[in-house]
């Protein structure tokens, strides 16, 4: 049993947005009991985390962070037609991730109390982006 | 076929932790012969590392680097609740995998000679881990 | 339906080498019209990264934040036994990725229009690398 499906998601620029309830969704309707739920992240300046879910302030500090790691503007980059916030978007998506595997457990993802799955929107302004998914396992 | 098993890891606090015995031994249990090795550490303050597996100073040198790139105690973090060194913790969780995909081939991982998958202890005290392990594949 | 190939690529040293061609030939070969293809770098001074695939200033510009967030030759390094290039070279695959899970949609790879696959030489000096590539789903 397999079904793809596409997560659409609309950001309001930089930030982490949840997927963990339209990921549900997904795999409930593919009734998959224990397999495996594949995503891609179909952009280069967007990516996926799996990090806490509990405390907002983890996410503003994973942003903050980014600040520093890979600042925007910062004049080493070459790559800048497109803004001070490009070049920085796509390290910013290599560090984290474009491809996730999760777990399909007893009909669920199969993810730690603590963990949630995020969208990070890595451009200033709002974006469309979206997200593959590919669920396959037994029913 | 496929095969689903925990796998819990006492650590002693911060550090690299093999996993590549019992990684083998789950896929041996499952008998497959070609197929896939998913994992997903269950937690946002420990996570998954394909690394160099000979010569131990390099962990200890990618431990030595994680406190450059995301210092304990660092001024920035305001989520702080748990502790100097619980953000850091998730950064570095983010920076390295909380999932890996591992292909198996003759019944065995498919890795390369000096390749080691390890679970990284990021907090500074002994937690009890775990990491899931989804096994499918041909017998 | 699988199938497991092994890409060999010659490397003249550092640098971003391009993987799409190779990988739409295996998902080609296999046959497989709605699957997963699950990619291993067998190595762990090379690495693999999806990024843009448009403007080559991007893996210039990845390149040079390398050097950045891990340079050569830092004094902090202990494993120095193979180079100055040996230990960052560790450090930018962790970074990156040893493991990607890429979903096959409609007999190809399905990522975004700017999406490219690349293997990334971490080295100073041209290498051999090896890249495994398993296919699998349905006909």
Redesign the interface.
């Known amino acids: 049993m397999?079904l793809?499906r596409s997560l659409d998601v609309r950001t309001d620029g930089k930030g982490a947005y949840g997927l963990n309830r339209l990921l549900d969704e997904v795999v409930r309707e593919s009734g998959v009991k224990?397999?495996?739920c594949?995503l891609?992240c179909?952009?280069?300046s967007a990516s996926l985390?799996?990090?806490?879910n509990a405390?907002p302030?983890?996410r503003?500090?994973?942003l903050?962070?980014f600040e520093?790691?890979?600042p925007e503007g910062d004049p080493?980059?070459?790559?800048t037609?497109e803004g001070l916030d490009d070049?920085p978007a796509?390290?910013r998506?290599?560090?984290?991730?474009?491809?996730?595997?999760?777990?399909v457990?007893d009909g669920a993802l199969?993810?730690?109390t603590?963990?949630g799955v995020y969208l990070l929107e890595h451009r200033l302004r709002p974006h469309e982006r979206?997200v593959?998914v590919?669920v396959?396992?037994?029913l």
């Open positions: 397999h793809q224990t397999g495996l594949v891609t179909l952009h280069t985390v799996v990090t806490e405390d302030a983890v503003q500090d994973l903050a962070w520093r790691i890979a080493c980059y070459t790559h037609a070049m796509h390290l998506s290599i560090v984290t991730s474009t491809t996730e595997t999760l777990i457990s199969a993810l730690g603590w963990q979206r593959l590919h396959h396992g037994d």
